[in-house]
């Protein structure tokens, strides 16, 4: 074979194992809908570089950085646990919000209300998009509008204490059409989108101010571009069930759905909930690798050793 033919395979077979390498690991080891998947973030999958890094691995490079870790706020193995703070997202997924269409999915597992006014789940500093609870009717509800002036009618889910516990909230959004809230991939509510939204930040969770705060496992966030069909919104509320793989998404029963079975017996609407003890925040905070890893990087050393394999027989006949 001509030497210099097989020096171009070498070096193509080179790039092309560091390119498989380093393809965003979410394209290759998850069943979420890829189609306009901007940012994605799982709480088991925390591939961050410390514990101050929830890395993005939709391949976008929207990592979440500068994480709160401290005895309220750190990763477990499932999730993010957050308590009475503001998680700021990167500034580029609130131009994401403000275009004429978009998907926001969260995975909450545990969720202990506090304060006595409204837990916000996912919100802006200038209140142009609210995914919150209220604490006087305990419902559910969606804010979103240019300004107050232009605003949408909200939709509602009620029972929303049960509803948020170890369930996929799914919001879509497209202009001109509607705005809605799915649970677990049913449809719960929609209202008329003839408003587009106008955010100057991003963010998850609260502080304390307007006693608006709340603990809660953050067990993944997906955001995308485009407003995901009844269809794909249901495949990722499965996917969410396979990845997380316990019984408690999806559970109806309000026995089973809290994680923290201490918490049931608290008044947790007027006080700020408790952090887990320390013991358990160190047997939990070590996120797992997950399997995926080891299949994707498996199926690269091979395909490495059949490609050196091939070459080295090929210089011999040379």
């Not at 101050?52 to 646990?81: C, Q």
Request: aromatic content about 10%; overall charge negative.
């Amino acid at each position: 074979m001509n030497k210099k033919l097989l020096r171009n395979i070498a070096i193509f077979a080179v790039v092309t194992l560091l390119s498989v390498a380093c393809l965003p690991l979410s394209a290759l080891g998850y069943s979420y809908e890829t189609d306009g998947l901007e940012a994605l973030y799982i709480g088991n999958e925390n591939t961050g570089a410390d514990d101050n890094t929830w890395k993005d691995l939709s391949g976008n490079g929207y990592d979440i950085t500068e994480m709160p870790d401290d005895d309220d706020n750190y990763f477990t193995a499932d999730a993010y646990r957050l308590d009475s703070i503001k998680v700021m997202l990167p500034n580029a997924l609130k131009d994401v919000i403000n275009g004429t269409e978009f998907t926001i999915e969260l995975t909450i597992g545990d969720f202990v209300p506090g304060g006595d006014t409204w837990n916000t789940l996912i919100s802006s500093d200038n209140d142009s998009l609210a995914l919150y609870r209220i604490e006087n009717g305990n419902s559910l509800y969606l804010k979103s509008e240019t300004s107050p002036t232009a605003a949408n009618k909200r939709p509602s889910v009620g029972d929303a204490e049960n509803l948020i516990k170890n369930s996929t909230i799914t919001v879509t959004f497209k202009l001109n059409e509607k705005v809605k809230i799915y649970v677990d991939g049913e449809l719960e509510s929609q209202e008329n989108a003839e408003n587009q939204l106008n955010l100057n930040n991003l963010f998850i969770g609260h502080d304390a101010t307007h006693n608006r705060y709340f603990a809660a496992e953050f067990r993944s966030i997906r955001i995308y571009s485009t407003a995901l069909t009844a269809s794909q919104i249901e495949a990722n509320y499965q996917a969410d069930l396979a990845q997380f793989d316990d019984d408690d998404n999806g559970d109806d029963s309000s026995d089973d759905k809290s994680v923290d079975d201490s918490d049931d017996d608290d008044d947790s609407s007027s006080e700020t909930p408790s952090s887990q003890d320390e013991s358990s925040k160190d047997d939990s905070k070590n996120p797992k690798t997950g399997d995926n890893f080891i299949y994707i990087y498996f199926i690269v050393a091979i395909i490495a050793a059949g490609f050196m394999t091939y070459i080295v027989r090929s210089r011999k006949t040379c």
